[in-house]
């Protein structure tokens, strides 16, 4: 059973930044993507980034330009570096896994793992 395990989420002010982090259990040596989404209350939740084991970016419009998925292969993290966060950007954040051959639109978020989520606070 592959487990997820997101941190580095905390409170910025709007123009700062933070890095979150998704450590993986364990070594996934065939297709994959991995995506991050946040949350807030009474919202849907919303795909923000998404990398593929060729490297395969991908990025929600809002972010663009701001946030960057990159992952460690090495030691099986994927991270999230988010810049000139707005007070939009606050969320809950979770990392998701699929064994997915090229990722989907970031609109889909039927993902096999997920992590517990690390919340992000952003004040104007």
């Known amino acids: 059973q592959v487990q997820l395990e997101e941190s580095g989420g905390g409170s910025a002010q709007a123009g700062g930044s933070l890095r979150l982090s998704c450590v993986v259990s364990e070594y996934i040596d065939s297709s994959y993507c991995m995506s991050w989404f946040r949350q807030v209350p009474r919202k849907e939740r919303e795909g923000v980034a998404s990398?593929?084991?060729?490297?395969?970016?991908a990025y929600a419009d809002s972010v663009k330009g701001r946030f960057t998925i990159s992952q460690d292969k090495a030691e099986n993290i994927l991270y999230l570096q988010m810049n000139d966060l707005k007070p939009e950007d606050a969320a809950m954040y979770y990392c998701?896994?699929?064994?997915?051959?090229?990722?989907?639109?970031?609109?889909?978020?039927?993902?096999?793992?997920w992590g517990q989520g690390t919340q992000v606070t952003v004040s104007s």
């Open positions: 998701a896994l699929d064994g997915y051959v090229g990722c989907p639109p970031l609109t889909e978020s039927e993902y096999l793992y």
């Open positions: 990398v593929d084991n060729d490297g395969k970016s």
